[in-house]
């Protein structure tokens, strides 16, 4: 769905600003959440896996989406959380409190042992511990995630000259950059600073017309 947004700003300077409501996909996996879980859930589904096991911080959409979602579809649910001294307090926290409900097991784990997410070393260690899972990565950001935030833009979005996305771990905006239409310009806006981003993006996008703009 495709939302006007109507302000005097815009219509002073003869621009058309629309707002793509992936808020209302869902009512607890909205949004990119819900695109970037959507073909990773048939993939553990296909490989016959019983256990959902991701990464977030304390306050991670993520965290609550996949949770959600792996309520929904039968699957058990485990969250490797960044900060030990969360495991204390975390039912102060509205996000692990609510992925809680939603049946989510945590492990809690300290800043330095988190930024091993991706080593495969690491993630063995979580195997034998947990047993066998489907690993969505921190943020959700895999190949099917793009593959189901290449879905976002449909043929109704080809009039628009520019669009624009927040970006976080830069699979939305890989997705919306890979379905782009000719003459289209994508725009990120970016959460964090750093050339890493944009060195992540090149390795998951096929088109060259998009550029990321960073905070002050």
Known sequence: MNQLVELP???EKNVTVVLKREDLLHPFISGNKFRKLKY???AAQAEGKNTLLTFGGAFS???AATAYAAREKGFNAIGIIRGQELEHTWRQNATLHKAHEDSMQ???IGREEYRQKEDSKFID???REFGDF???PEGGTNSLAIKGCEEILTKEDELFNCVCASVGTGGTVSGLINASFAKQQIIG???LKGAFLKSEIEKLVQKDNWQ???PI
Do not use: D
């Open 9 to 11: 700003l815009f219509a």
């Open 40 to 42: 990773n859930i048939l």
């Open 61 to 63: 959409n993520h965290i």
């Open 106 to 108: 945590f492990k809690f």
């Open 125 to 127: 260690l979580l195997r």
């Open 134 to 136: 489907y690993l969505v």
């Open 189 to 191: 806006f970016s959460a």
């Open 212 to 214: 990321i703009n960073e």
